[in-house]
């Protein structure tokens, strides 16, 4: 299974981005997807996931209220929407595919298949 993220750029404090996962086994293969983004000297941290049938989601207490994790498995993608963007939003966003049919991992050690990443960049 091979994931593209797509989407990154740089944007001013406030500003909103979507980012896109794309993978062309995204709905043949049952898998949860998860978003995780890594800074500069920091490690990779979990941002959101969303369940293989779209009703479960999760997302990091740094993002609540300001991210929102979609899927549209007919177009065999995953979007990231992120509002409210902060400079601590800065880092190189991936996407993770998880085999599973129900719920998510929030562990990026779970996760079976890994995209490239994005770059966002939040200026202040």
């Known amino acids: 299974v091979q994931l593209q993220a797509s989407g990154g750029g740089l944007v001013q404090a406030g500003d909103s981005l979507r980012l896109s996962c794309a993978g062309s086994?995204?709905?043949?293969?049952?898998?949860?997807v998860g978003w995780f983004r890594q800074a500069p000297g920091k490690e990779r941290e979990f941002v959101a996931a969303?369940?293989?049938?779209?009703?479960?989601?999760s997302y990091a207490d740094s993002v609540k209220g300001r991210f929102t994790i979609s899927r549209d498995n007919a177009e065999k993608s995953v979007t990231l929407q992120m509002n409210s963007l902060k400079p601590e939003d800065t880092a190189v966003y991936y996407c993770?595919?998880?085999?599973?049919?129900?719920?998510?991992?929030?562990?990026?050690?779970?996760?079976?298949?890994w995209g490239h990443g994005t770059l966002v960049t939040v200026s202040s």
């Open positions: 993770a595919g998880e085999r599973r049919l129900h719920g998510v991992k929030t562990v990026a050690r779970e996760y079976d298949y």
């Open positions: 086994r995204l709905t043949s293969t049952p898998l949860a």
């Open positions: 969303i369940s293989f049938g779209g009703t479960t989601t």
